[in-house]
């Protein structure tokens, strides 16, 4: 039986999927970030599947989501999309090593996913973290810095007055950098990653995960260990056929 049990790892609310006769065992692990106004709960199909293959599946709220949400104006919450980015990169060190004292990971496989907003955190989680043995990136942006700077035109082509001079704004896009794993591509290590976009999504450019995904592929000895998935049409949500695919591509991979 899959049990759903909460938990909390150095202060992060997080739901753990596990089949419920192994929870103490170490298992292979699967960290999975949820999207930006969306919470832990809204990933459990995914991480059902995962489990059913005999992963433990973390799924942890981000800052101001789910069980932390502070009920902010939703405009504020926007501005505060990249510190929430950055949150989750500290918060999965901080859950991998919760999960290491427990020894509840088998034989160092872990890895890391997300949709959109999570996505984008998976992407970055590569140039920082190289314990992380596979990724799967669900209509996120490998390419923040980009990303930024469409935010950045589209809040000035609404009308919104920005609360950010531009030495805030080098400021963020030099940060950004840092964690941009487009212009790390090296830090790939060849480890599997797998990309799903819908190539009619209107919120994080298809192009973005596209464009790096063919850039990328030079770097793998292996390339069946990078595989991009397009669906034709689809917007901005996962779908069931997204889902499927990822989870029996990770259970090839992890």
């Known amino acids: 039986m899959i049990g759903i049990y909460r938990n909390t790892y150095k202060n992060v609310p997080v739901l753990t999927v596990v089949d419920s006769t192994k929870q103490d065992q170490p298992l292979p692990v699967f960290i999975y970030f949820h999207g930006f106004t969306s919470a832990k709960e809204h990933n459990l199909p995914q991480a059902y599947l995962l489990a059913q293959k005999g992963y433990r ?79 799967a ?43 941009d794993l487009s212009r790390q591509m090296d830090k790939l290590y060849g480890r599997p990653l797998f990309f799903w976009h819908g190539d009619a999504d209107p919120v994080v450019p298809f192009e973005h995960s596209y464009d790096f995904y063919n850039e990328a592929i030079d770097q793998y000895k292996n390339p069946e260990n990078i595989r991009f998935l ?25």
């Open 137 to 179: 990136v669900m209509m996120g942006s490998p390419k923040p810095v980009e990303f930024a700077e469409k935010l950045i035109q589209d809040v000035e082509n609404s009308g919104i007055s920005l609360p950010l001079k531009e030495a805030d704004l080098d400021e963020l896009y030099r940060s950004l950098e840092g964690i």
């Open 57 to 135: 599946v973390i799924l942890p709220d981000s800052a101001h989501h789910g069980e932390r949400d502070e009920e902010l104006p939703k405009q504020e919450l926007n501005f505060k999309f990249w510190d929430i980015v950055y949150q989750n990169l500290k918060e999965l060190q901080d859950i991998k090593d919760e999960l290491d004292r427990q020894d509840l990971i088998k034989d160092r496989r872990i890895g890391v996913g997300g949709t959109s907003m999570g996505g984008i955190t998976t992407s970055a989680a590569l140039t920082m973290y190289p314990w992380i043995q596979a990724s």
């Open 230 to 254: 397009r669906e034709v049409g689809r917007d901005h949500k996962v779908s069931r056929f997204a889902v499927l695919e990822m989870v029996n591509w990770l259970e090839l991979v992890l």
